[in-house]
């Protein structure tokens, strides 16, 4: 059973920089696939960002130059480097896993999720 724990969200200003990372637990890191997504109030969960097994990635168009996904499989450690941050970009941010390969935007992919960190920008 694959858990997940996230951390490093917080308040910052238009323009700021937050990291966040998310602890795996459970399973073999290296079998999963996984991606950030967020949720704003009254809005639908969307993907942020995805890493396949062999780390490649990709990002929505909306975080594209600013964000970057990353992992570290000695401490099956999930990150999400946020840059240039805009107060749209503000929401509950969860990170999700999956064990077959392959991206995948859509929540319903995903059978695993932590409880989210939150971000806001003002």
């Known amino acids: 059973h694959v858990q997940l724990v996230e951390s490093g969200g917080g308040s910052v200003q238009a323009g700021g920089s937050l990291t966040l990372s998310c602890k795996v637990s459970g399973d073999d890191f290296g079998r999963l696939s996984m991606a950030w997504f967020r949720q704003a109030p009254g809005k639908e969960r969307e993907g942020v960002a995805t890493i396949d097994r062999d780390g490649s990635t990709k990002y929505a168009d909306f975080v594209k130059g600013r964000f970057t996904i990353s992992q570290d499989n000695v401490a099956s450690i999930l990150y999400l480097e946020m840059n240039s941050l805009k107060p749209e970009d503000s929401g509950m941010y969860h990170c999700?896993?999956?064990?077959?390969?392959?991206?995948?935007?859509?929540?319903?992919?995903?059978?695993?999720w932590g409880q989210g960190t939150q971000v806001t920008v003002s």
């Open positions: 999700a896993a999956r064990l077959q390969a392959g991206w995948r935007w859509r929540p319903s992919d995903y059978p695993y």
